[in-house]
């Protein structure tokens, strides 16, 4: 499969500890995104690469989460100290840059509970 | 701030009847449109998009959108839906040579009886 893949697919953790996702874009994909989304909602913008570049945060990214994309392919998104606020799922996804309109493919997301 | 508004959140259709699911954007520039589906337990699939041109755009399993630009409107239609189209449809705008980045709406759900 060349799609978008995310790992864990599922993560249960106890509020307060650490979790890592980690996603590996299509190869040759040099965008990168990492959305949210909770039950009833459409998915949230959280942050965006250009290779290895972060060029945008939003401001739903507090001051716990942070993501990481060091060579320029897979990315890594961290969230410190759960809060049952934070259970979703994040998502990730890859576009090509290519000056005019780009399709973002989607992995499959992984699902946070945090208890 | 860029936002998108679909309509229906919830939509029941018997097999054959024609759907359309309405989506509003507000932004004043030029915008690229999206629609996604997310069937049950799968992820998000690109259904169809506008970037520029015709703007009754075409996409997979016999859906097509229509951008009205006067009503800051991208609607979804099928003429005659299956049991299978059953899923979350999602309307997304993003800003022409930018990021890319998509903003999404709440997302409608489909409900379709054999």
């Known amino acids: 499969d060349t799609g978008v893949s995310q790992d864990p697919r599922h993560k249960i953790t106890k509020r307060g500890q650490n979790v890592t996702f980690r996603c590996d874009p299509i190869?040759?994909?040099?965008?990168l995104y990492w959305y949210r989304q909770t039950l009833g909602q459409g998915p949230e913008f959280l942050t965006y690469?250009?290779?290895?570049?972060?060029?945008?945060k939003s401001r739903l990214l507090s001051d716990r989460f942070s993501a990481e994309r060091p060579k320029g392919s897979f990315s890594t998104l961290e969230i410190q100290r759960t809060e049952q606020g934070d259970s979703a799922m994040y998502l990730c996804?890859?576009?090509?840059?290519?000056?005019?309109?780009?399709?973002?493919?989607f992995g499959e997301g992984s699902w946070l509970t945090v208890v | 701030a860029q936002s998108v508004s679909q309509h229906n959140h919830h939509v029941i259709l018997s097999e054959a009847a024609s759907l359309e699911l309405g989506c509003n954007y507000s932004?004043?520039?030029?915008?690229?449109l999206f629609w996604y589906v997310q069937y049950p337990g799968q992820h998000l699939q690109l259904l169809l998009k506008?970037?520029?041109?015709?703007?009754l755009v075409k996409g997979i399993k016999g859906f097509e959108a229509e951008f009205i630009k006067s009503k800051f409107s991208f609607n979804l239609r099928k003429p005659s839906v299956q049991w299978s189209d059953t899923a979350e449809y999602f309307c997304?705008?993003?800003?022409?040579?930018?990021?890319?980045?998509?903003?999404f709406g709440q997302g409608t759900t489909l409900q379709v009886k054999p």
């Open positions: 506008y970037f520029s041109g015709d703007p």
């Open positions: 690469f250009q290779n290895e570049a972060q060029l945008e």
């Open positions: 932004y004043g520039g030029t915008v690229n």
């Open positions: 190869s040759e994909h040099n965008r």
């Open positions: 997304a705008v993003s800003r022409t040579g930018n990021t890319g980045k998509l903003i």
């Open positions: 996804a890859s576009s090509l840059s290519t000056g005019g309109g780009n399709t973002i493919y």
